[in-house]
């Protein structure tokens, strides 16, 4: 007995097709089909597609016997119910199969699995009918099913496109085989409503479901539904089929769209025309495209516009808009439209509306070429898992399964979640990202609205365009404000401007002028809200990212950041919160270079900022994020070291934004993290010569650590040694010495002496005792610490080495040059072994080494100051670049050398080199891009000197270029050692338009060249200079380095957390108690 007839007998013999089923249908023909399940399948579906072909071949075969007319039910066990679904597919798809498919009545499944069960898949059902009842396991044709479950999908979306064509009676399975019912009910039944599905229980198991040794009572429930069929079947004739089929080509189209057409719509030409050429005909398939974008962008407005384009362009072809916001809307628009269509059937109590409206549209003759459009699609889950019932009818498949996939209808979808517009697509290329307006298109709109140029002017429009952002519901909000009160722009603006307040309060009105219903009845706080809902229940990670964003510049925000806030977060998890918060298009990511590696930043708008800010004060978590923000910036900001300045610099802003915050803490507690934060901005502000704004933080930081944590903390002492070195980068020594002694004196015997914040605050004192002439106190100390330091630190750490530095510096002011020499040697060495010999701290030391040289008044040692100087710009030259201020700062070191050996043309040839870099660099920055301005937006400083002859004379600086040009006739013209110039910089909030700021300023006009061995360069970065950075030189005849013709005025630079005061010689240090080569 081959396996078809195995299928259907019992044990005693007995194959009730033949046996006892002629009784009650004698006029009927049985033929039976039977298939190799076993190796019917090898890797692909081409198997299936075979067995379906062969069935059809063969049953075309036979009817050429007998009339082609007579109708055909189906009758099918487990897998062969799949077999039989693709055979009809093939004839709907084959003309030469055609009279097959119209003269198929019913279709009688026996335990056929049409999907997954309860809790299986349709490959795993598949896997227990191999093993339990073809006792195959390794079965191809399962295996098949099992892995290649686009196929199982796309055999049902084709199939479902049929189902109404016929009348189906589905047996399921009661018992278990195995430990488990084979296949379920859920998977048994298509689930079809009204009378188009008859579904009955059998008691048997996958097995013997088809199986009757005797005509018991399961059996009569078959032989009485397959009677039934039969008379169905008898009572509709192939003609009459036919006949419908032609009759039902006749509709006319339906425009099913509940919004009127907006008046003021303007733009958006390019999407719309790209919406026409992906949603064009194309008879190989269905056409869809999404929209999506932030809430309240516009994408609705879009949709609808489009809409009644296609209805100009395609007058015979329907439109339908569906509401996809939840799933009631969902459900109450395919009632509609099935009232609207007037679908048979839509009426009834039991009908399945979503199946029914699905299932109608799918058929071209009942509705021809149509246009779907679903609107907020937003809700990811409620399209892609199965729900329960609500409404009218249940819903037992995904909401995505209801949107009709057939080759004469077009799907648009609006949607905030771009992973909802690519699963629902299928093609990325058809997603489109609406994002704001342009500057022209939202002058339009609201022109358009409020229709009075002669009230409400173009540029006020303009200003309220951009304080809107350019999001169209936004403006649309602002624009009814206005209208329904009767405001000019400009008093709107004020009072929008006026407080954070007032902005949230004006964001929540609600707009109707223009907008469709459900836009009009959210304002912004409520669209946004809702996405934020949504993606707290998506993902928690992306809600938090969201919140603590709310409390940070919003322009450039590093990905690092989030990832040292949260350590052990797993760049997956980051990839997918960061993904989601960007799918809904309340982020953006830019690239950015930090640390000279490849990194990400985000960016956001404002009003994102402030409804953010609004769901976590209603939420009552608004200090829990703002002390999250505050966390994160202290974890990243470490101005510390040289290498840290750049990213220092990217993250600046956010230091503003989160010392500047309002936000008190729960507990009313000073935050430990925003001392610290204070203290590190101090420093970073001092080192970049910000002297004003490093005193301010400076002050602050120390007052909160004081509140905080009190005096006789050894972060309160390092605090109070910061805001010293600010005073005395400001010339303020006394002050400064003051200051220190106070804070070390408050400190006493609490902090032990081998702390690190001690031994830094003593080895400062120390060099204040040097700047002001006590070497005896300063070489004292500088011992102690050494002392202290080495066992605890080591020889090479970098605050020994300072140390060592200074004290070989007050040996060398006392004279013991040897002494000097050999420690200059000694911290070189040890520099170049820890660091590398290109490195800049190395690169100073041998500076400081070839000062030393030079302190020494000798031919030998000048030469060999000579090849260390050259080396240097060397190395600097290649590593730096010629024109870098420290290359131009080594380049004076050689020069002040070849005056000294009385190589004076030497002397003069280097000069025009570094007259001619300077001239260059100037030509570079007046080539800059809007980018690279805005980039160094706080390096150009221009000071206008006034002469006598009613000339001025113009000194442009980056900070780094330790140096400016006159000459001596210029310097005879001069007002006098103290005189006013104009100081102008592009301010960094205008570089871009070219705004410059300009003010008056005290500097002081040096009267000979400066001993150039004690200027240092401090970084490549740059800032605006204060009245400080020129410094008064004075008498320089008696030093070593005095030069003649022209004089140069020096600026002060720092290196490192301390720094070093530059620009003094040695004699003029003297004689105003001033010496210059400490490091502080």
């Known amino acids: 007995m081959f396996h078809a007839e195995a299928t259907w007998t019992a044990g005693n013999g007995k194959m009730w097709l033949s046996d006892f089923l002629p009784k009650r249908l004698p006029d009927a023909r049985i033929l039976l089909f039977g298939y190799n399940s076993n190796v019917a399948v ?8 075979e067995q379906a072909v062969n069935l059809l071949d063969r049953l075309t075969a036979r009817r050429k016997l007998v009339s082609p007319r007579r109708r055909i039910i189906f009758i099918a066990h487990s897998l062969g119910g799949i077999v039989v679904k693709r055979a009809l597919v093939e004839a709907k798809l084959d003309d030469k199969y055609a009279s097959i498919r119209k003269a198929t009545f019913g279709l009688v499944f026996f335990a056929t699995p049409h999907h997954g069960g309860n809790f299986a898949n349709l490959g795993d059902v598949a896997a227990n009918i191999a093993r339990y009842v073809l006792w195959n396991p390794k079965n191809t044709f399962v295996d098949n099913l099992k892995h290649n479950s686009i196929f199982s999908e796309r055999l049902r979306d084709e199939f479902r496109h049929q189902l109404e064509d016929y009348k189906i009676l589905s047996f399921y399975e009661t018992k278990r085989l ?13 689930g079809l409503p009204g009378t188009r599905e008859t579904a009955i229980a059998l008691d048997g198991d996958h097995r013997s479901i088809c199986k009757y040794p005797e005509p018991n009572a399961a059996y009569q429930q078959v032989e009485d539904g397959l009677a039934k069929l039969v008379e169905g079947a008898l009572q509709t004739p192939v003609e009459t089929v036919e006949g419908t089929l032609q009759l039902s080509e006749v509709h006319s189209p339906t425009f099913f769209v509940p919004y009127r057409k907006n008046p003021t719509f303007v733009g958006r030409e390019n999407i719309i025309k790209h919406l026409l050429g992906i949603l064009g005909p194309d008879p190989e398939g269905q056409r869809r495209a999404a929209l999506y974008g932030l809430g309240g962008i516009g994408k609705t407005q879009i949709a609808l516009s489009y809409a009644y384009r296609w209805k100009e362009e395609h007058p015979k072809t329907s439109v339908f808009w569906i509401h996809g916001s939840d799933l009631e809307s969902f459900h109450m628009s395919f009632m509609d439209l099935a009232d609207e269509m ?7 109590p039991k009908a399945d509306i979503l199946s029914l409206v699905r299932d109608w549209l799918s058929i071209k003759r009942n509705g021809g070429d149509w246009l779907m459009i679903v609107d907020n699609a937003d809700d990811s889950d409620m399209f892609s898992k199965l729900p329960s019932c609500h409404g009218k009818g249940s819903v037992s498949g995904r909401l995505a399964d209801y949107i009709p996939d057939c080759a004469h209808g077009a799907v648009l979808l609006t949607t905030r979640d771009l992973q909802v517009g690519i699963r629902m697509v299928h093609n990325v290329n058809s997603v489109l990202q609406v994002k704001r307006m342009g500057e022209l298109e939202a002058i339009d709109m ?13 540029e006020d429009i303009s200003e309220l365009a951009k304080k809107m952002e350019y999001i169209p519901l936004a403006l649309a909000q602002a ?8 405001l000019p722009i400009q008093r709107y603006l004020t009072q929008y401007e006026k407080s954070r307040a007032n902005e949230l309060m004006l964001l929540r009105h609600n707009a109707t002028n223009g907008l469709a219903k459900d836009e009009a009845r959210n304002a912004v706080t409520t669209t946004w809200k809702i996405s934020f809902a949504q993606i707290k229940q998506q993902n928690p990670l992306a809600a938090n990212i969201l919140y603590l964003f709310a409390f940070l510049d919003r322009h450039c925000i590093p990905d690092e950041l989030i990832r040292r806030l949260y350590p052990s977060l797993l760049d997956m998890d980051f990839e997918n919160a960061c993904g989601l918060l960007k799918a809904f298009s309340l982020i953006e990511e830019i690239p950015l270079t930090l640390r000279g590696e490849s990194h990400a930043a985000f960016t956001l708008h404002r009003m994102v900022q402030l409804v953010t800010q609004e769901w976590l004060q209603d939420a009552k978590e608004t200090a829990v994020w703002a002390e999250q923000a505050l966390v994160a910036v202290s974890i990243v900001f470490l101005p510390g070291e040289r290498e840290e300045w750049k990213s220092c610099e990217i993250y600046l802003p956010h230091v503003k934004v989160v010392l500047e915050s309002k936000v008190q803490s729960e507990d009313g507690n000073v935050s430990t993290s925003k001392p610290a934060l204070l203290h590190n901005a101090a420093t970073y502000f001092r080192v970049k010569g910000y002297h004003r704004r490093a005193e301010e933080t400076a002050r602050e930081a120390v007052a909160a650590r004081q509140a905080s944590i009190g005096s006789k903390h050894p972060d309160t002492l390092a605090s109070h040694t910061s805001l010293s070195r600010v005073l005395l980068e400001q010339g303020r020594i006394e002050e400064a010495m003051e200051l220190q002694l106070e804070a070390m004196k408050a400190a006493g015997s609490s902090i032990p002496e081998n702390n690190p914040a001690m031994l830094r605050a003593v080895a400062y004192l120390a060099a204040l005792h040097g700047i002001q002439g006590r070497f005896d106190e300063a070489e004292r100390l500088q011992k102690h610490v050494l002392k202290m330091s080495e066992p605890l630190l080591g020889n090479d750490h970098p605050d020994v080495l300072h140390t060592l530095r200074d004290l070989a510096v007050s040996y060398g002011h006392r004279g013991r040059y040897d002494e000097a020499e050999k420690l200059s040697q000694l911290v070189l060495e040890r520099r170049t072994r820890v660091l590398s010999e290109d490195h800049p701290e190395t690169l100073i030391s041998m500076l400081d080494l070839a000062a030393t040289y030079m302190q020494q008044n000798s031919a030998p040692k000048a030469i060999l100051a000579e090849e260390i100087e050259r080396k240097v710009i060397e190395v600097r030259g290649i590593v730096l670049g010629k024109e870098h201020p420290a290359t131009i700062q080594a380049m004076e070191h050689l020069r002040g050398t070849y005056e000294w050996q009385g190589r004076h043309d030497d002397a003069a040839k280097l000069q025009e080199q570094i007259k001619a870099i300077n001239r260059n660099g100037s030509q570079q920055t007046a080539e800059l891009s809007d980018a690279e301005k805005l980039n160094m937006s706080r390096n150009i400083v221009t000071y206008e000197l006034p002469l ?24 005879q013209e001069a007002e006098g050692p103290q005189i006013q110039a104009r100081r102008s910089w592009v301010d960094a909030n205008h570089a871009v338009d070219g705004t410059t700021k300009t003010e008056q300023v005290d500097i002081h006009v040096p009267n000979t060249q400066l001993g150039h061995h004690y200027a240092r360069s401090m970084s490549s970065s740059a800032s605006p200079l204060s009245s400080a950075n020129l410094i008064p030189a004075r008498d320089q005849a008696k030093s070593p380095r005095s030069s003649v013709g022209g004089f140069r005025s020096r600026i002060k630079s720092w290196q490192g957390e301390s720094g070093e005061w530059t620009g003094k010689s040695e004699e003029q240090s003297r004689k105003k108690g001033w010496f210059s080569r400490y490091q502080t």
């Open 42 to 49: 090898e890797t692909s579906s081409a198997g299936v597609d």
């Open 178 to 190: 195995g430990p488990d019912l084979i296949v379920d009910a859920h998977s048994a039944i298509l």
């Open 342 to 348: 007037k679908i048979p059937g839509a009426d009834s």
């Open 446 to 458: 609201v022109q358009k609205i409020l229709d009075d140029k002669e009230k409400y002017r173009r």
């Open 479 to 486: 624009v009814a404000y206005i209208w329904g009160n009767s």
């Open 948 to 971: 006598r002859s009613n000339r001025t004379r113009r000194m442009s600086h980056d900070e780094d270029l330790a140096a400016v040009e006159t000459t001596p006739e210029e310097e």
